[in-house]
């Protein structure tokens, strides 16, 4: 392959390769204030808290969640620490959640993150009345963001390797949440990064037949196989 050819296929990937990346916001922790103190995302993306010092911080939302060494939802310490710590919270449902920092929030050290839906229309999984997944066999390409709902029923989202666990909100993503089937009519989006067939089920004993598949495809164009010029 000649030097010209390689450099345009290098260029390409880097044109290409930023949908396939997760979307991580990060948020400062210093000096008694959150920088940005206000962060718009869309749904699906994550912020990333990290603690410069030299007080002692937390981010603390009432029901949502409470952060420092970890959140305490999976198994952390939100107590307030000096540690250059860093915690991670995942955003999959549209609205604004305020927080602040618990031992500073009479020196006005609070937040919020606006949560937005996709500007486009995502395609979308919903469990239905039936006991069924609608779109239950879905092809979309990594980096695209899926809506998922519950129609009517009790009923979970719920993935083969248990990656994605979701409900009243998804297991994993730093919050206090139920990931347990239920009548609740939950919504949320997830984002895909990576190519592969995602298998899913509802998890109600009742509904061993409510299944469905996820295909998710690279958009990346690989550039194996060229001759060398």
Known sequence: MSYQKQLFHIALLVLVMPSLMAETHEVIVLDNSFSPRNITIKAGDTVRWINEGPGSHNIYSMGNFRCANGCEAEGGDGSPAANGWVAEVTFRVPGTIAYECQPHVQFGMVGSVIVQPPS???????????????????????????????????????????????????????????????????????????????????????????TGILRVISDVLFMNGFESQ
């Open 120 to 210: 486009t229309d995502a395609p979308t999984i919903n469990a239905l009345t039936d006991n069924t997944f609608s779109n239950n066999d879905l092809t979309v390409n990594a980096g695209e963001r899926v809506f998922f709902s519950n129609q009517g029923g009790v009923h979970n989202f719920r993935t083969n390797d248990d990656s994605l666990i979701c409900a009243d909100g998804c297991e994993g993503d730093g919050q206090s949440v139920s990931t347990d089937p239920t009548g609740f009519p939950w919504e949320f989006y997830a984002l895909f990064n990576e190519p592969g067939d995602i298998p899913y089920y509802c998890a109600n004993p009742a509904h061993n037949n409510q």
